[in-house]
């Protein structure tokens, strides 16, 4: 069964970087198009960005996109979220998640089925 594990969360001050990891356990990635996702207190989960399978196809929200990137090493079963000149508006619990094998890269999370257990960001002077 698909176990996904995020890491590389924690605290940084605005304008900083953070490099967030979801490695994979259970099955191989090959075959999953990968999402990470926000949520803030008090604020619906969003989504952050996705990357297909093949790594091929890239999705950014809007808030993030020229700041983050996304990529991912399926040698490693891993998916990772750099994310540069942070803002406090990007503070949340951070979430990878796929949808089932096959699907394509998508932002709504509606769309994901599987989920690991999220790592804080927290951006703050």
């Known amino acids: 069964q698909l176990q996904l594990v995020e890491s590389g969360g924690g605290l940084v001050q605005p304008g900083g970087s953070l490099r967030l990891s979801c490695t994979a356990s259970g099955t191989i990635l090959d075959y999953y198009a990968i999402g990470w996702f926000r949520q803030a207190p008090g604020k619906e989960r969003e989504g952050v960005s996705c990357?297909?399978?093949?790594?091929?196809?890239?999705d950014y929200a809007a808030s993030v996109k020229g700041r983050f990137t996304i990529s991912r090493d399926n040698a490693k079963n891993t998916v990772y979220l750099q994310m540069n000149s942070l803002k406090p508006e990007d503070t949340g619990i951070y979430y990878c998640?796929?949808?089932?094998?096959?699907?394509?890269?998508?932002?709504?999370?509606?769309?994901?089925?599987?989920w690991g257990q999220g790592t804080q960001v927290t951006v703050s002077s």
């Open positions: 990357i297909s399978s093949s790594g091929g196809t890239t």
């Open positions: 998640a796929t949808p089932p094998a096959f699907r394509l890269c998508k932002l709504s999370p509606w769309e994901y089925d599987t």
